[in-house]
């Protein structure tokens, strides 16, 4: 059952890396606008006919502690994506280009992050003090506009959303400050009783949410001939 299962995975990533060319040739892309954010987004599309591609996206935020607010939090976390992309624009043996839309399914690998809030106790960010680590299911949509710049690279810009599915333990996090005031290190404490609507008998760290996040970038691809 193991070895069936690591020759289908197996046999997905060939299909998607190394199908058929007949419609249009293999881009390697890398998100510009997060890497100005010190995030790791790169991808690959496969076209596999005149209007459909397949693509798989990796992103990664290294980012163990990043200070806002006089505060510094945790904002490392990694996720991994499928998508199908249909062009508006049919494509005869040429690459893909023009609007598209598409279908997303991922998996959050890993998460230890705080959630910043916006405008609140007189602060344009706000940390919460506390953080989450755990992992998750990822799904939505996206639209985009792809330019050709020619022989080997193309511009890729989108906008879209992912509704995540986690489950997670939570940790309140303290600032630990020194004789002169400075932050000499961060202590954290896991969360026994998460907030829920019903809770059991036995404490239980174990929590989980649902919410929106949005997903857009500026892609640059290089694309094999």
């Known amino acids: 059952m193991k070895s069936t299962k690591r020759f289908l995975l197996a046999a997905g990533w060939v299909l998607l890396f190394f199908a058929p060319r007949a419609y249009g040739q293999t881009e390697v892309k890398v998100n510009g606008a997060y890497a100005l954010a010190g995030v790791i987004d790169l991808s690959v599309e496969v076209p596999i006919s005149p209007r459909l591609s397949l693509a798989s996206e990796f992103l990664y935020s290294p980012w163990e502690s990043v200070k806002l607010g006089g505060h510094s939090r945790p904002e490392k976390f990694g996720y991994v994506l499928g998508e199908l992309r249909w062009y508006f624009k049919k494509t005869d043996r040429d690459h893909h280009r023009g609007w598209w839309v598409s279908g997303d399914l991922g998996a959050l690998v890993m998460m230890k992050m705080s959630r910043p809030y916006f405008f609140k106790a007189d602060q344009f960010i706000h940390w919460a003090n506390k953080y989450e680590r755990g992992t998750g299911f990822l799904i939505g ?53 998460p907030h829920r609507p019903n809770q059991p008998e036995i404490d239980d760290p174990w929590n989980g949410s649902s919410n929106w996040i949005p997903r857009f970038g500026v892609n640059v691809a290089y694309k094999f001939l």
């Not at 986690?166 to 005031?181: H, I």
Request: aromatic fraction near 20%; proline fraction near 4%; hydrophobic fraction near 40%.
């Open 141 to 193: 949509p996206a639209v985009g506009y792809k330019w050709i710049l020619g022989e080997h690279f193309t511009l890729d810009a989108y906008v879209g959303g992912l509704f995540v599915m986690g489950w997670y333990n939570g940790y309140f996090l303290y600032d630990v400050y020194g004789p002169g005031g400075e932050i000499v290190h961060r202590k954290d404490e896991i969360i026994m009783k």
